[in-house]
């Protein structure tokens, strides 16, 4: 497997053909104007440019008369369109997401009936275009010339030395670093819509499984969407002491027929047949719990035609068409590595095996099988028994919250106190909490950030006409988490053009730092070590469990790469037999059971462009944020520390929060207390 950090291919036959010698031509001009000190930077400039050109922009002669007007040759020419263009980006962001909050509003907020113009207005982004506009009035050529694109291998090694002006300079150039044609954009959408739609309607009618006798585990009704609903239900079945097992067990042959395209291409969202996915008979359903047609006395169980691995490879094709447009990140592994996380592909891959093969998975594993009193099987690696205990039920906790939160406007009014509780000086509480606006919201709740000084944060909550329940404070106080966090990133960091967080992992588990917070927030006693501990291994056994299907994602990717005329049955065929060695290698030894294709299930596979490694990698950031946060004490001022660093990499951001780069052995400390907090070893 090659790795995503090799030197970029250059955009063979994108430029114009004129465009190494007029570029040769003009650096002779530009040196003799501005002295040979400059020649790095007009060397650099002109490549740049070149790389994106293309002939309707201009001939040679335009693209001389363009760099001779446009070259900053001088530092305070550079300063002032450094200067102006941080100011306009920022107005033009801040403006543009300030529309899209407003044209939003009435499908976000709880403000009444959603008309069908609303979500059509909603749905709409004024921004959409922006970038090519300013590729068409050279805009972007401006920056192009002026400010450098870099490789995520050069911010990395030369990076840590870097004044925060160079780092302010990379993310402006960073705005210009694609130019992908609309075509290549809408392919990539389609085969987005189409596979999201393929998953949407991935159901499995439960009732409707069968076994040999005929018997039905599953109520009537249940109707259960692949992946997220199936691991849902395994989970809950944990709490069914009678036929909890044996629903376990048919739930896993029935992700396993979804993983190996085994399963009958008629039971799909098919309430009108009965199944029984051990042997794969299927008969017109015996009994009816919806309105669906009843289907024909003939039927066929011919297995569903690889579609899965049709739409995953349909995701491929479309991502790989914007290659030759993304010089420095020339293929979506790269992308996804070397610009969405940051962090380059071996090293990630190297802080999950650190989790799965550590010493620790084992204990972990005799603790469960402890707890269960019988030997794993291979769906525990979905286990969710380690539950922190709590003092109150969810009835008095929504009874205290009730009280306390009338009203959304009740809740803005405590923010200032609940900041003085998580430790934030009086001053800062005030600060911050004016940088906040509660509106109520539609949904469960979320934050939305400014992306302008001059505008507020806003926290969406869910307040019902009985007042605020506990469920609905639990999310209040992580999305304030995320405009808190979002206030520091944008006020206080020393340049717009940095503003936020390294990626979402990053904001999430400052958010989660807040939510874990919150019943002393009410004013009650904090979680004790038995809940902080329960708490610990329940994430140490979800990171474990994602890290091995993130490998799966990873490694179907690079076989993709390597295989881009295979048909969909010879990428069915690679999928599961990756499944089945990355579950050989990490989990068999542990669940004494080889060849295992249940990695392979997750959704997110087929239509997310290798989303799944951000799952564990968040709960090692999260971890490490966490613990940094106990050995500070105080949260306020540690959590200002830490969101005013802004959008840097996230090795640069860790070491600047904790002393640390990204790692996995916060969590694996954490888990090493925790096995010894509940007796585990
Ligand atoms: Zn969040």
């Not at 609309?182 to 085969?191: D, H, N, R, Y």
């Not at 349909?314 to 293929?331: C, E, I, M, N, R």
């Not at 069915?572 to 294709?597: E, G, H, L, M």
């Amino acid at each position: 497997m090659q790795s995503s950090t090799a030197s970029p291919a250059p955009a063979v036959g994108v430029s114009p053909a004129w465009a190494i010698d007029s570029a040769t031509k003009m650096e002779r001009e530009l040196v003799a104007r501005y002295g040979e000190p400059q020649r790095e930077r007009i060397e650099r400039g002109l490549q740049q440019v070149a790389e994106f050109w293309r002939a309707e922009d201009g001939d040679a002669a335009a693209f001389e008369d363009f760099v001779r007007a446009n070259f900053a040759g001088d530092q305070a020419t550079l300063d002032t369109m450094f200067n102006r263009l941080e100011h306009l980006l920022e107005q033009l962001g801040g403006h543009m997401h300030e529309i899209n909050r407003e044209f939003r509003q009435q499908m976000d907020l709880d403000l009444g009936p959603v008309l069908p113009f609303d979500e059509i207005i909603g749905g709409y982004d004024p921004s959409a275009h922006v970038l090519d506009d300013f590729f068409h009035n050279k805009l972007a050529f401006v920056v192009l010339l002026n400010f450098p694109l870099t490789t995520l291998d050069e911010r990395l090694k030369d990076g840590p030395s870097w004044s925060r002006r160079q780092w302010v300079e990379t993310r402006l150039a960073e705005g210009f670093s694609k130019r992908i044609p609309a075509e290549v954009s809408l392919g990539i959408a389609q085969a987005e819509a189409q596979s999201g739609q393929y998953i949407a309607e991935y159901n499995i009618w439960m009732h409707h499984l069968v076994d040999a006798q005929g018997q039905r585990l599953f109520p009537p009704k249940m109707r259960l969407l692949s992946h997220w609903n199936l691991r849902d239900e395994i989970k809950s079945d944990y709490a069914d002491s009678s036929a909890g097992l044996a629903k376990q067990r048919t739930i896993q042959q029935v992700m396993e027929r979804i993983v190996t395209q085994t399963i009958p291409a008629v039971v799909v969202n098919n309430p009108a047949v009965d199944w029984n996915p051990s042997t794969n008979q299927v008969t017109p359903a015996a009994v009816k719990d919806s309105d669906a047609a009843p289907a024909p006395a003939k039927l066929s169980n011919a297995r569903e035609p690889d579609t899965r691995y049709t739409m995953l490879q349909k995701t491929f094709l479309a991502a790989k068409q914007a290659d030759p447009y993304s010089p420095t990140a020339p293929t979506l592994i790269a992308r996804r590595f070397d610009e969405d996380r940051e962090i380059p592909e071996p090293r990630v891959r190297a802080m999950l095996e650190q989790v799965l093969t550590s010493p620790l998975v084992p204990q972990v594993a005799k603790l469960i099988e402890a707890r269960l009193k019988r030997p794993l099987e291979p769906f525990d690696v979905w286990y969710n028994g380690f539950r922190p205990g709590s003092q109150f039920t969810e009835a008095q906790l929504d009874e205290m919250v009730a009280k306390k939160y009338p009203t959304p406007q009740a809740y803005q009014q405590d923010i200032p106190n609940l900041l003085l509780k998580l430790g934030f000086s009086p001053e800062r509480a005030q600060y911050v909490a004016g940088h906040i606006q509660v509106d109520p919201a539609r949904g469960s709740g979320h934050a939305m950030s400014a992306e302008m000084r001059s505008e507020k944060a806003h926290l969406r909550t869910r307040v019902e006409k009985s007042g605020m329940n506990y469920k609905g404070f639990n999310i209040a106080v992580h999305e304030m988490g995320h405009n808190v966090e979002q206030t520091f990133s944008l006020n206080d960091v020393d340049h717009t053009l940095v503003k936020g967080v390294p990626n979402t992992a990053f904001t999430e588990a400052l958010a989660f730092v807040f939510q874990g917070h919150d019943l002393e927030l009410l004013g009650l006693p904090a979680p004790d070590a038995k809940s902080q501990a329960e708490k610990t291994l329940n994430d140490f056994w979800g990171t474990y469990e994602i890290a091995g299907v993130a490998l799966v994602d990873m490694a179907v990717w690079h076989w993709m790469y390597d295989h881009p005329h295979a048909s969909p049955k010879e990428l069915n065929d690679a999928t599961v037999q990756i499944s089945r060695d990355v579950w050989n290698r990490y989990y068999a030894p542990i669940f004494q059971k080889k060849d295992v294709v249940l990695l392979g299930v997750y959704s997110h596979m087929i239509d997310s462009f290798l989303y799944l490694p951000d799952y564990p990698i968040g709960h090692l950031i999260a971890f490490q944020i966490e613990e940094q946060m106990k050995k500070a004490g105080a949260i306020g001022p540690e959590f200002e520390r830490m969101a005013k660093m802004g959008d840097v990499t996230p090795d640069l951001w860790m070491e600047n929060a904790t002393g640390k780069p990204v790692g996995a052995e916060a969590l694996l400390e954490a888990t090493q207390k925790a096995l010894a907090a509940t007796g585990g070893r």
